[in-house]
T-cell receptor, first 112, second 115 residues
Framework: DAMVIQNPRYQVTQFGKPVTLSCSQT?????MYWYQQKSSQAPKLLFH???????NEADTPDNFQSRRPNTSFCFLDIRSPGLGDAAMYLC???????????FGDGTRLSIL | AQTVTQSQPEMSVQEAETVTLSCTYD???????LFWYKQPPSRQMILVIR??????QNATENRFSVNFQKAAKSFSLKISDSQLGDTAMYFC????????????FGQGTRLTINP
């Protein structure tokens, strides 16, 4: 089945130690998104790629970066994680900007 | 700026009952898209139903239907014959055509279906 796959499901890192979360898709969608979701809150968009075009949200901290080496993969890099970065990180894809988004299972990030 | 408001943080009903989740939004756009997403505990967020603003007919998907009132900017979700598997966070979301390129979520409603 076509899907959005996030790895790992759970990630633990140390305060200040860089971490990378990955997302892959078999849907061949043009758009890939990264969201941060804290407990009992709505997802907060960090950035998205439309093909190779990167679009950063104005309030996304500089600590968060993203890479999309090809259509299928997208990575979220957190350069120096702080305690406040502990959250669920959701990857989503869509055929275009108006189409429904398909979400992965998420990666739950813990900071020690 | 577009905003989405879900006024019910939590709801609880008995299995087989009908439940309606409310959602209002604010926009100056005439054409846009509205969605309801379901996020079960520790599971993937999935699309429940979608409504295009230019369509007058309310969208339905099996037990799920919406009451779309464009003039009132209201987009409620009705779940008929509720099942235990319907227990989840439900998010109402809005996206304008092109332009802002951003899905705007409401705060969510935590729905619990009791046996």
């Amino acid at each position: 089945d076509a899907m959005v796959i996030q790895n790992p499901r759970y990630q633990v890192t140390q305060f200040g130690k860089p971490v990378t979360l990955s997302c892959s898709q078999t849907l061949n969608h043009n758009v890939m998104y990264w969201y941060q979701q804290k407990s009992s809150q709505a997802p907060k968009l960090l950035f998205h790629y439309y093909d190779k075009d990167f679009n950063n949200e104005a309030d996304t901290p500089d600590n968060f970066q993203s890479r999309r080496p090809n259509t299928s993969f997208c990575f979220l890099d957190i350069r120096s994680p702080g305690l406040g970065d502990a959250a669920m990180y959701l990857c989503a894809t869509s055929r275009d900007l108006e189409a429904p988004q398909h979400f992965g299972d998420g990666t739950r990030l813990s900071i020690l | 700026a577009q905003t989405v408001t879900q006024s019910q943080p939590e709801m609880s009903v008995q299995e087989a009952e009908t439940v309606t989740l409310s959602c209002t939004y604010d926009t100056s756009e005439n054409n846009y898209y509205l969605f309801w997403y379901k996020q079960p505990p520790s599971r993937q967020m999935i699309l429940v139903i979608r409504q295009e603003a230019y369509k007058q007919q309310n969208a339905t998907e099996n037990r799920f239907s919406v009451n779309f009132q464009k003039a009132a900017k209201s987009f409620s979700l009705k779940i008929s014959d509720s099942q235990l598997g319907d227990t989840a966070m439900y998010f109402c979301a809005f996206i304008p055509p092109q332009g802002a390129q951003k899905l705007v979520f409401g705060q969510g409603t935590r729905l619990t279906i009791n046996p």
